[in-house]
């Protein structure tokens, strides 16, 4: 992104956190900060921690909704839809060598949402499956994080074929980045083309049309790469680098300024470029965990 908009929206967040921050200290007992972790109708909760994170993007465009952190990733939900608008998570190679948690494969509501949210039911006979954003195997480092992953706020109706082939494969990629970089930064969600999208279930849970991930690593040299992927919502059968692109084309497509807390240069350079075979590794067999 370049660097004039860059320091517009800066701008933007920071009169976000000041207004919030008023209303925060003078404001009474009615406002999100009973949960400094949640930010509540668009406007920011003024937790510099969640806010300074490499992984947390920036909504260009429409209300953020609900911004919630969990231990193991962070969301934005978007109670309308009743689907996350993106998760946001670190990865770590440690994590991936803890201890291993088995699957809970316990879908049930976010407890930190209040309001309309999708429940279990919604999916059951539905013909889609509940496609999780951050992987329950990126979580299994306890049993909190376990737990959270089945949240139904990290699901969204996925085509089955999608969800145990490509984006299973990319899940496997991505775990496989953390351990060669130590650390990966991803962030994903899914992708409304349409007004009136298809719903599934009694409370109307909105199907994609398609799914976003985007990744950061910081290399050896201390440079950082960066690259974007949309998959359609149904089976994609092509190799991984099909459905790749640069995090500067996968922006203009979402309204989103990723990875927007990086320092402006650094930024620049890794979101204008994506190297899938040297920085990325991606290749035609599937990956083993």
Known sequence: ????????????????????????????????????????????????????????PYRLEDNEGTVIEHMGYALSYNS?????NWVAYELLATELETGFRSREDRFEPDPLIKGRQAYDRDYVGSGYDRGHMAPAADMRWSSQTMKESFYLSNVCPQNHNLNSGAWNDLEKQVR???RYYKRVWVVCGPIFEYNNPKHIGQNHVMVPD????????????????????I???????????????????????LGMDLFFNLETKAQDKAEAVMDPYGDWRIRDEVLRD
């Open 231 to 253: 998959f359609p919502n149904k089976a994609c059968v092509r190799n991984l680098t099909h459905y790749t692109m640069t995090v500067d084309e996968l922006e203009a497509k």
């Open 176 to 178: 496989y980045e953390a």
């Open 1 to 56: 992104m370049d660097k004039q908009k860059k320091t517009s929206i800066i701008i933007l967040v920071v009169l976000a956190l000041l207004g919030t921050a008023y209303h925060f200290v003078w404001g009474g007992s009615e406002s999100a900060s009973d949960n400094p972790a949640i930010l509540s109708d668009g406007e920011w909760v003024p937790d510099k921690e969640l806010m300074s994170r490499l992984e947390i």
């Open 80 to 84: 309308e839809y009743r689907v996350p």
């Open 210 to 229: 398609s799914f976003f991930k985007a990744l950061l690593a910081r290399r050896k040299d201390g440079t950082y790469a960066a690259i974007g992927f």
